[in-house]
């Protein structure tokens, strides 16, 4: 069986090609083909030679993951279905934002996690993506903005945001954010990808190891009985244990870590949560992204008003924190983590049109 190429970095593709072979500088120019000019037809690669190409060809496997939906909300977010080799799909989101393109990529068909608010979690873990499977997501997405929209903003940054829990799948995920930053290949920058997690301790402390991108914790909660309700990764790692870890990251001396807050109604947007965050939380080493929960058909909780999120963060602010909203893309569509695939697949069941755009 052919490997996919997108399983390489550059220099263990020259090493992989070396063997049959190829020189380096040839198994540069194919990245460059690849990546940069987005070029995945041997015959439009005009600076190798016949004979390199065909050998490439025997030996490596260029296809990537099928867009099998794709949808425009009104503020411009696009959603799309991605279906791999073996039939799964996840999803994948590109989130328009002033100068930036994001692509909120999966890591995982389904998640181990379990949180109780999340649609993705409620499906448990189906598998781990592989890594020409995450990179799949990227180039799949820019290969039909290309053809769809020439004109129009390229992909720039990266959030794994998707499905799954990208730390659960450690050596994938390391593997593709490698090849993200790869300067011959799509050469993003560190701080244009931001890793989220639900807070797995082991892997946290193996960040050391991992490119030193953005981190985000998912938190939710200042208080362990609320966090281990919503989150059950709480009872194995609680707050302390997990600050604990996080303490080992080793941080650029301007980066600061995310903490993404889901705001629940009447279950962790309380004053008291407010003091609770705010004696957890270091003020200069910590942000905060404010989620309000983004409602989904069989939900058992309630977003809290717009007023009352503002509350929250006027609160925070007014404490020193550095505070944000994070808001609601592709509601008319169901955006957000998990809540896109079951839909249309529930509507594929009886009508393969009938989610019109
Ligand atoms: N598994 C990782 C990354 C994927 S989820 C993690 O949990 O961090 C990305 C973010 O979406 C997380 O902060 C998650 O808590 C949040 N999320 C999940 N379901 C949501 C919902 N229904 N409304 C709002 N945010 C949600
Ligand atoms: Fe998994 Fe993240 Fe959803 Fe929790 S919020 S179930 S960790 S995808």
């Known amino acids: 069986m052919k490997n996919s190429f997108f399983t390489y970095t550059l220099s263990s593709f020259e090493t992989a090609v070396k063997d049959l072979g190829v020189a380096k500088f040839t198994a540069k120019q194919i990245y460059q083909w690849i990546y940069q000019k987005h070029e995945r037809n041997p015959e439009a690669w005009t600076n190798i030679s016949k004979k390199n190409r065909d050998l490439i060809t025997e030996h490596f496997d260029f296809s990537i993951p099928q867009i099998v939906w794709n949808g425009l909300s009104k503020d411009g977010t696009r959603k799309f279905l991605v279906k791999m080799q073996d039939g799964n799909t996840v999803e994948t989101v590109a989130i328009a934002a002033k100068e930036r393109l994001t692509l909120c990529i999966s890591s995982q068909v389904g998640c181990a996690i379990g949180c109780t608010f999340c649609h993705t979690g409620t499906q448990g873990l189906k598998r781990h993506l592989k890594p020409n499977e995450i990179i799949g997501q990227f180039y799949t997405v820019t290969e039909f903005l290309n053809t769809n929209d020439p004109e129009g903003q390229k992909l720039t940054n990266i959030v794994y945001m998707g499905q799954g829990e990208p730390l659960h799948n450690y050596e994938n995920v390391k593997l593709a954010t490698e090849i993200f930053l790869e300067p011959h290949g799509f050469a993003l920058s560190q701080r244009k990808i931001t890793l989220s997690t639900s807070g797995l301790v082991p892997q946290i402390e193996k960040l050391g190891e991992f490119p030193p991108v953005n981190i985000a914790i998912s938190l939710h909660s200042a208080k362990n009985n609320v966090r281990t309700e919503l989150m059950p990764i709480n009872k194995v790692y609680d707050l302390e ?11 650029k001396s301007h980066r600061r870590i995310t903490y993404e807050y889901l705001l629940i109604d009447g279950l962790n947007d309380t004053p008291e ?5 705010s004696q ?19 939900s ?28 609601t893309k592709g509601h008319d569509i169901l955006a957000a983590c998990g809540q896109l695939k079951t839909q249309v697949e529930k509507v594929n069941l009886w009508n393969e049109t009938s989610l019109s755009l």
């Open 241 to 251: 244990r997990l600050f604990q870890a996080i303490r080992t990251i080793p941080l």
């Open 273 to 277: 949560d407010v003091i609770a965050l």
């Open 280 to 298: 957890l939380l270091k003020r200069k080493e910590s942000k905060i992204n404010l989620i309000p929960f983004n409602e989904y058909p069989g």
């Open 300 to 327: 058992n909780y309630k977003r809290p008003s717009n007023e009352k999120v503002l509350w929250f963060m006027d609160q925070l602010i007014q404490r020193g924190f550095t505070c944000t909203i994070r808001a």
